[in-house]
């Protein structure tokens, strides 16, 4: 079984692996190899049945935080019917959502457009009440999807209040980052003192926001990390030499020793898997048992990315 965390200061409890349900909520995502993932049947049965079957296995490996999104397609209704299904209490697992992205490819995998981003506090309202209406009792986290100080969210007198009110009522409050310029958004919502939690892109190839993510955890933030194998360049199929030949040695998939880099940060309290398959999910949760040390860590430094190349290198994956 995986050891457990409190998530900073709530009274919440997070494994130290927990699972995304991006891959699995929706037919289209930006993860390389999906089309080998996934294969051509992406129909809701078809993907209902996958988000299951890669939920019983975590949830048989001990794994007990559990995230999802508003625009994750179905991934609120698969988890939603999952733990009913499977007779779990609320509270019996961490259960995080997200809101400020709206789904809107129509189940399709060669839609125009996937998701709309808006940050209001309307926005805020009527997808808490949607997420609310799926998974009731058993939120525990809702966070904003994508925060950016540029947006304006932050500085957002109506959706700050809200989340305090939220946040009130026994449901902790955090938000997730993305691009070149995390760290400027972690400090700025640190100093806003509402949220609980800080859900971050983490990786051998983005190290940018680790500073501010201790600064966070400090501050006594849960920090939840996200795309620790970078959306698919950090595993098997595509790992930088150096990296693969690290794993090799260590007798492990290239995704277990990426995901070891994430946890050996003092300051990280869980990292997500995004594991599309139960294989996937085994090979990540492999990694709490591989050894990590300065000799690997100056190793693989090298691999480290400028961050404003890899958001644009990132912004060019193809949703397949």
């Known amino acids: 079984m995986l050891a457990e965390h409190p998530l900073g200061r709530t009274r919440l409890g997070v494994t130290s692996v927990g699972f995304g349900l991006a891959a699995v909520g929706r037919p ?33 490996a001990g794994v007990r935080y559990f995230d999802a999104a508003r625009s994750y397609g179905r991934a609120e209704e698969f988890l939603a019917g999952w733990l009913h299904d499977r007779g779990i209490a609320p509270g019996a697992a961490t259960i995080g959502s997200k809101w400020g992205y709206e789904y809107v490819g129509d189940w399709r995998v060669d839609a125009e457009r996937h998701e709309v981003k808006d940050l209001s506090a309307e926005r805020l309202h009527r997808q808490l009440d949607e997420t609310l209406e799926l998974l009731g009792e058993h939120l525990s986290l ?6 950016t100080v540029e947006s304006g969210v932050l500085d957002d007198d109506d959706v700050l209040g809200s989340l305090s009110t939220l946040r009130a009522e026994g449901v902790a409050v955090g938000l997730s980052t993305t ?52 959306n698919g360049r950090l595993t098997p199929r595509a790992a930088p030499a150096a990296l693969a030949a690290a794993a090799r040695e260590q007798g492990v998939p290239a995704d277990a020793l ?63």
């Open 142 to 147: 809702y966070q904003i999807h994508s925060a």
């Open 258 to 320: 990426a995901l070891a880099a994430v946890l050996a940060r003092p300051w990280v309290t869980t990292v997500l898997s995004g594991a599309a398959s139960t294989a996937q999910l085994r090979d990540n949760l492999a990694s709490v048992t591989v050894p990590w040390d300065d000799g690997l860590e100056g190793r693989l430094a090298a691999m480290t990315e400028d961050p404003d190349l890899y958001w644009a290198r990132r912004g060019s994956l193809a949703w397949s």
């Open 179 to 230: 691009g070149p310029r995390q760290a400027e958004t972690i400090d700025r919502a640190v100093d806003t003192g509402v949220f609980d939690t800080v859900q971050s892109t983490w990786n051998l190839l983005e190290r940018s926001a680790g500073p501010a993510l201790s600064r966070a955890h400090a501050a006594g933030l849960g920090v939840i990390v996200k795309e620790g194998v970078a």
């Open 28 to 60: 289209a995502y930006i993860t390389l190899g999906r089309d080998e993932d996934l294969g051509e049947d992406r129909s809701v049965a078809a993907m209902r049945a996958r988000s299951w079957a890669v939920l019983d296995a975590a949830w048989a």
